[in-house]
Each structure stands twice: as C-alpha cells, then as structure tokens.
C-alpha cells in the first residue's frame, strides 16, 4: 500500500537547526547532571564551551538556546511550507 499524502523533502535549514537544537538541548542537560550528581558526560566536548567556574550557568544557557533555535527553526519551515 503506499501512502496518500505526499511527503515534502525537508529543507537543508530544517535539518541543521534540529541537529544544533538536539546537540545543545542534551548536551546543556548532560552537562548540569554532570555537575550535579556526577554521572558521566554524554557530549563531553561541550564542557570546552563552559568558561572554568560558570559551568552551571553555561549549561543552562546552552539548554536555552537550544530551545530557541528549534523553535525558530520549527517557525521558519513551517513559514516555507505555508
């Protein structure tokens, strides 16, 4: 059987922006849960982007911003698609 509806090919933008919100959102998370309970880092490589001392400030930002570009990626292909 194949399906009715076609489905549209997602745009280079879509894929980038969800890729950098999947990377900041757990890496930002991994990281505070690293910081607070001590349990091992799942995207270590992000801990080079947290200034020595302000690390829970870091990863909270990360988890922000990575909340950010989703939703405004979300908005911009939806915006495409219209």
Do not use: N, Q
């Not at 001392?53 to 495409?80: K, Q």
């Amino acid at each position: 059987m194949t399906s009715t509806s076609p489905k549209s090919p997602k745009s280079p933008l879509a894929t980038v922006t969800g890729a950098l919100c999947f990377i900041l959102t757990v890496g930002g998370a991994s990281g505070l849960l690293y910081e607070w309970l001590g349990w091992i880092r799942f995207m270590g490589f992000l801990r080079f982007l947290a200034p020595d001392g302000y690390e829970i400030y870091s990863y909270i930002v990360m988890i922000a911003l990575g909340l950010a570009v989703g939703v405004a990626g979300d908005t911009l292909t939806r915006r495409d698609r219209a």
